[in-house]
């Protein structure tokens, strides 16, 4: 008569998969709620700015928290999720679009988002102290980074392809985005202090 008790061998196995298993959805639920976000916060709405066929949205402010509150592989896996639901057809950018999004205007600023969260995923430092001093000094890094990441980056590829785009010159680009700019510069520094005060917590 067989036995269907597992053999010594099988079970540190099977003990082993359960264990990775366990690890992976540890790693891995944070990178998708946070490109759950980044389609929410595009479905949220969209501002329009004159002069500029890029419409604001909420999508930099949550780029820029998961570049501040993840790993520079989860942050970018997370954004990695959201290209590529958009590029496989899913209506996940602004406005509803999709593929089409990839090669339009705000093409530049869609995919700068992965440089630009990585960038500051990596910079953004560690905040390992706590008071109301090290969570200041946190802030003042967290900002540095989305600034520069977030920003900066993102900004410079955006700039480029709808430069390319339209054929207008950069400048002209740069100046009909300043709305743009000033406006994500105002998330960064919301994104820093969030992002600041959740890691005191944490």
Not at 69 to 84: D, E, I, K, S
Not at 122 to 139: E, V
């Amino acid at each position: 008569m067989q036995s269907n008790t597992p053999t010594p061998a099988a079970q540190p196995s099977a003990a082993k998969s359960v264990s990775v298993a366990r690890r992976v959805a540890a790693v891995s639920w944070k990178p998708a709620l946070f490109a759950v976000l980044m389609w929410v916060s595009a479905a949220a709405g969209e501002i329009p700015i004159p002069g500029t066929p890029v419409p604001i949205t909420l999508q930099t402010f949550v780029v820029m928290l998961a570049g501040l509150m993840l790993t520079w592989r989860q942050a970018g896996a997370a954004v990695a999720a959201y290209l590529a639901a958009g590029a496989a057809g899913l209506p996940v950018f602004a406005g509803g679009a999709s593929t089409m999004a990839l090669v339009g205007p705000s093409a530049g600023f869609l995919l700068g988002f992965l440089p630009g969260v990585v960038v500051i995923a990596l910079i953004k430092g560690k905040t390992g102290a706590h008071g109301a001093k090290a969570t200041f000094l946190a802030a003042l890094r967290y900002f540095a980074a989305a600034f520069l990441g977030g920003v900066v980056v993102v900004y410079a590829f955006g700039f480029l392809v709808q430069s390319a785009l339209t054929g207008a010159p950069i400048a002209v680009v740069a100046i009909a985005s300043m709305g743009f700019v000033i406006g994500d510069v105002v998330k960064a520094a919301v994104a820093s202090l969030v992002a600041a005060g959740l890691a005191k917590l944490r």
